[in-house]
């Protein structure tokens, strides 16, 4: 058996704790699962469901806790973050000057419009 030391134990909890806030979703599927089911049945499926569930996120968040220890994946996973703060830096400069555009009265009308139809 693994015993994970206690800086482990925390981070393997606040995992838990960020997926049980973002499962909510998973409360609404199991509904719509079940709401075709005789009602005898519906209260057995829907914890089923999501008692599945719960598990499956828990079993996830001890692999996602693994992988953590990977030197090149938490590497890879900082560059891909860097690469999303890069391309949101980008587009929020092209925002800012289209707005500049705009607000010195060219005729920049439709490439303000595509811009913001984009985002």
């Given amino acids: 058996m693994y015993a ?5 134990k ?12 973002l499962a909510g979703d998973n ?10 089911l005789p009602q005898a049945l519906r209260h057995r499926a829907s ?3 999501i008692g599945a569930a ?14 953590l220890h990977l ?12 690469l999303v703060g890069w391309k949101l830096y980008r587009e929020l400069r092209h925002r800012h000057k289209a707005q500049q555009v705009q607000t010195a009265g060219l005729i920049a009308e ?4 595509k811009t913001l139809g984009q985002a």
């Fill in 71 to 82: 030197t090149g994946l938490t590497l890879a996973g900082g560059l891909l973050l860097l």
């Fill in 54 to 67: 719960a598990l499956l996120r828990a079993c996830l968040a001890l692999f996602a806790l693994d992988i």
């Fill in 4 to 8: 994970m030391p206690l800086g482990e």
């Fill in 10 to 21: 925390l981070a393997f909890f606040q995992i838990i704790l960020i997926d049980l806030s």
């Fill in 47 to 49: 914890s089923l469901g």
């Fill in 110 to 113: 439709p490439l303000v419009t």
């Fill in 27 to 36: 409360a609404i599927v199991v509904g719509m699962a079940v709401a075709g």
